[in-house]
């Protein structure tokens, strides 16, 4: 099992392009997240999906947008990306967000630049 | 204002010694407690879950501990290798919410 998987590695983008981050799951997990982290800060969720057809905001949701494609899948879109977007993104999974032992399993993250 | 604290930020030691991190919550109403592993350039891994009947649980030479009357968690790591060398980082749920607070983590090095 690949776990979880995130594409691509490595981004640089200019202030106001978009782009898209992929991440997959292949534990068919019912919830996924999008976390980003940044120097001397804990992660912070921006957005997940408790369920397949689901997503809602986490604490910092400003500035993007997800999909929940189907089971394995969850997008994170950044519309016109900001300077203040450089950081490093991780998608996690888990069997049931609500399930009071539930354990997320991380991707190996997306480091992003934007200038 | 639910916050979840680590100390120290930054811990160096000997290959073989232990060592304790500790952390401090406040987060309410509390769910769980985890610890997470973080190696550099990798995405955290999964230590130990504890619940709020939990005081400690172990994870081969990590063992975790729980005061939930003081709101306080260690991680205390035994004989430590060279592989041990991380970022440790605490999480908090909250029972209200399901939303978990990272720690900013506690950054091991192990010297040989």
């Known amino acids: 099992n690949a776990g979880v998987t995130q594409t691509p590695k490595f981004q640089v983008l200019k202030t106001g392009q978009s782009m898209t981050l992929q991440c997959a799951q292949d534990m068919n997990h019912n919830s996924m997240y999008w976390y980003r982290q940044d120097p001397g800060m804990g992660l912070r969720l921006i957005y997940y999906?408790?369920?397949?057809?689901?997503?809602d905001k986490g604490e910092v949701p400003n500035g993007y947008n997800v999909s929940r494609l189907n089971k394995r899948e969850f997008s994170l879109r950044l519309e016109s990306a900001a300077p203040s977007q450089t950081s490093v993104y991780f998608c996690a999974s888990s069997e049931a967000l609500r399930e009071i032992t539930d354990t997320q399993y991380f991707g190996p993250g997306t480091r992003l630049t934007v200038l | 204002k639910n916050q979840v604290e680590q100390s120290p930020q930054s811990l160096i030691i000997l290959e073989g010694k232990n060592c304790t991190l500790q952390?401090?919550?406040?987060?309410?109403?509390?769910?769980?407690l985890r610890w997470y592993k973080q190696d550099t350039g990798r995405g955290p891994v999964s230590l130990t879950i504890?619940?709020?009947?939990?005081n400690t649980k172990s994870n081969g030479r990590y063992t975790a501990t729980l005061d939930a009357d003081t709101k306080q968690s260690s991680l205390h790591i035994t004989a430590s290798q060279l592989s041990d060398s991380a970022s440790y980082i605490c999480?908090?749920?909250?029972?209200?919410?399901?939303?978990?607070?990272f720690g900013t983590g506690t950054r091991l090095k192990v010297l040989a």
């Open positions: 999906s408790a369920s397949e057809g689901t997503t």
């Open positions: 999480v908090v749920s909250n029972s209200g919410t399901y939303k978990y607070i």
């Open positions: 504890m619940t709020f009947s939990e």
């Open positions: 952390c401090n919550y406040t987060v309410s109403p509390f769910s769980n």
